[in-house]
């Protein structure tokens, strides 16, 4: 049964009292959790505060430095959060994609070695699975790691790895038996300063280089750096890609940049121009807008029940392949509306005539193109819900 959960008024009365004394009013609707420099100032003290408090992870368990709360009272967190507009500064893959596989899968000594400092905000990490040769079928990876005894010798190529280049570890799937495909896979961690990595940043149309190529030779992964069995690593893969599945549909915590920027209608009133009832004055384009506003707000809704249902069990399921799709059309069919809105004004790309608004603009509607390839591309969504949620199967 979904956990909705009766609201505790003292832990509300408590978190208010915290937020009242802790956070800095100059962090108001600052988001921090996705910013590449180190933070100073109120930014650090925020950071630091969230992350001792344990209330960055609000769910996670204490005993590792999380917050240890109940699915209900991280609801009232968040909730008086977003009453004085606080930001959780504590965010990034560690937190949305590994952090929760790990406290699924990893050993104890991995637990208590690895998560504390994810609490904290105080490593980044990147993943490192997609490869030239292995994309949407990820499990063709070539990448071989080599048992040396007590350690494994890791070569091969890895692509589109976000923020490899300001990462300070990466969680990887790599070969460990050439003989079986999917059984042949292990996921292991490694030291992003490691001999034998080698990152270079790929510029993409939006003028942005969020991913890399990594190149790994020779690169010496500790045994200890093993999460699961050997040659387990696949299991462990696909559970951390729905962990990743959640957070890009916007089910961790993220779902406010489905609404973000100034509201679509505002702003065709602004560059479009309105009736004499004071409506937008294109009727067509009227209409559009309050479609898109329609499936938004299901959209969200559609999130919020997930996710309380999702605490009634084991965390996202396969239903985050649905979220994702949908998600990334709701973000997409923004972006390209905010364009056509400011006409000739939403594809600048420099100098003067523009303002940043409108020059970010288009950066955001090529940059979001990729929302239906990266984290499982749409087709291979769509094959998961025909297969694992409507039972379909191929017959020959």
Same mark, same amino acid.
């Given at each position: 049964?979904?956990?909705?959960?009766?609201?505790?008024?003292?832990?509300?009365?408590?978190?208010?009292?915290?937020?009242?004394?802790?956070?800095?009013?100059?962090?108001?609707?600052?988001?921090?959790?996705?910013?590449?420099?180190?933070?100073?100032?109120?930014?650090?003290?925020?950071?630091?505060?969230?992350?001792?408090?344990?209330?960055?992870?609000?769910?996670?368990?204490?005993?590792?430095?999380?917050?240890?709360?109940?699915?209900?009272?991280?609801?009232?967190?968040?909730?008086?959060?977003?009453?004085?507009?606080?930001?959780?500064?504590?965010?990034?893959?560690?937190?949305?994609?590994?952090?929760?596989?790990?406290?699924?899968?990893?050993?104890?000594?991995?637990?208590?070695?690895?998560?504390?400092?994810?609490?904290?905000?105080?490593?980044?990490?990147?993943?490192?699975?997609?490869?030239?040769?292995?994309?949407?079928?990820?499990?063709?990876?070539?990448?071989?790691?080599?048992?040396?005894?007590?350690?494994?010798?890791?070569?091969?190529?890895?692509?589109?790895?976000?923020?490899?280049?300001?990462?300070?570890?990466?969680?990887?799937?790599?070969?460990?038996?050439?003989?079986?495909?999917?059984?042949?896979?292990?996921?292991?961690?490694?030291?992003?300063?490691?001999?034998?990595?080698?990152?270079?940043?790929?510029?993409?149309?939006?003028?942005?280089?969020?991913?890399?190529?990594?190149?790994?030779?020779?690169?010496?992964?500790?045994?200890?750096?093993?999460? *699961?069995?050997?040659?387990? =690593?696949?299991?462990?893969?696909?559970?951390? &890609?729905?962990?990743? /599945? +959640?957070? #890009?549909? $916007?089910?961790?915590?993220?779902?406010?940049?489905?609404?973000?920027?100034?509201?679509?209608?505002?702003?065709?009133?602004?560059?479009?121009?309105?009736?004499?009832?004071?409506?937008?004055?294109?009727?067509?384009?009227?209409?559009?807008?309050?479609?898109?506003?329609?499936?938004?707000?299901?959209?969200?809704?559609?999130?919020?029940?997930?996710?309380?249902?999702?605490?009634?069990?084991?965390?996202?399921?396969?239903?985050?392949?649905?979220?994702?799709?949908?998600?990334?059309?709701?973000?997409?069919?923004?972006?390209?509306?905010?364009?056509?809105?400011?006409?000739?004004? *939403?594809?600048?790309?420099? =100098?003067?005539?523009?303002?940043?608004?409108? &020059?970010?603009?288009? /950066? +955001?509607? #090529?940059? $979001?193109?990729?929302?239906?390839?990266?984290?499982?591309?749409?087709?291979?969504?769509?094959?998961?819900?025909?297969?694992?949620?409507?039972?379909?199967?191929?017959?020959?």
């Amino acid at each position: 049964m979904p956990d909705f959960g009766g609201e505790p008024e003292a832990f509300r009365v408590e978190a208010r009292e915290w937020l009242a004394e802790n956070f800095p009013p100059s962090m108001k609707n600052v988001d921090l959790a996705m910013t590449v420099d180190a933070p100073t100032g109120d930014a650090k003290l925020w950071k630091e505060r969230m992350g001792a408090k344990g209330w960055g992870t609000p769910t996670w368990p204490k005993v590792y430095g999380g917050g240890g709360l109940t699915p209900a009272e991280a609801r009232m967190l968040q909730q008086e959060m977003a009453r004085i507009g606080a930001r959780n500064p504590i965010g990034g893959m560690g937190v949305m994609m590994f952090g929760p596989t790990l406290l699924e899968y990893g050993s104890e000594e991995q637990k208590q070695r690895h998560i504390p400092p994810i609490v904290r905000g105080e490593i980044r990490w990147c993943q490192g699975y997609s490869e030239p040769g292995a994309g949407s079928d990820l499990a063709a990876l070539q990448t071989k790691a080599e048992d040396k005894g007590d350690h494994f010798l890791v070569n091969g190529q890895k692509v589109w790895t976000s923020g490899a280049q300001y990462a300070d570890w990466c969680f990887c799937l790599v070969r460990t038996d050439p003989n079986h495909k999917h059984e042949g896979i292990s996921f292991v961690l490694f030291d992003m300063k490691t001999p034998g990595i080698e990152v270079r940043p790929i510029k993409l149309i939006n003028g942005y280089s969020p991913f890399c190529e990594t190149f790994l030779t020779d690169v010496k992964v500790p045994k200890e750096n093993l999460v *699961g069995p050997l040659n387990g =690593g696949w299991t462990i893969g696909k559970r951390l &890609l729905q962990h990743e /599945r +959640n957070s #890009l549909s $916007g089910g961790g915590g993220s779902a406010g940049r489905f609404a973000a920027g100034k509201p679509l209608d505002q702003l065709a009133k602004e560059y479009v121009g309105v009736d004499e009832e004071g409506r937008v004055a294109d009727p067509d384009l009227r209409t559009r807008i309050i479609r898109h506003q329609m499936e938004t707000k299901a959209f969200m809704l559609t999130l919020m029940r997930a996710a309380a249902e999702s605490k009634g069990n084991q965390g996202p399921s396969n239903a985050t392949s649905i979220m994702k799709n949908a998600g990334s059309k709701v973000g997409q069919d923004r972006a390209e509306l905010a364009v056509e809105i400011m006409g000739s004004q *939403g594809l600048g790309w420099e =100098g003067p005539g523009f303002e940043a608004a409108e &020059l970010e603009q288009v /950066r +955001n509607w #090529l940059g $979001g193109k990729a929302t239906t390839i990266y984290g499982g591309s749409a087709e291979i969504q769509n094959n998961i819900i025909a297969k694992r949620i409507l039972g379909l199967l191929d017959h020959q």
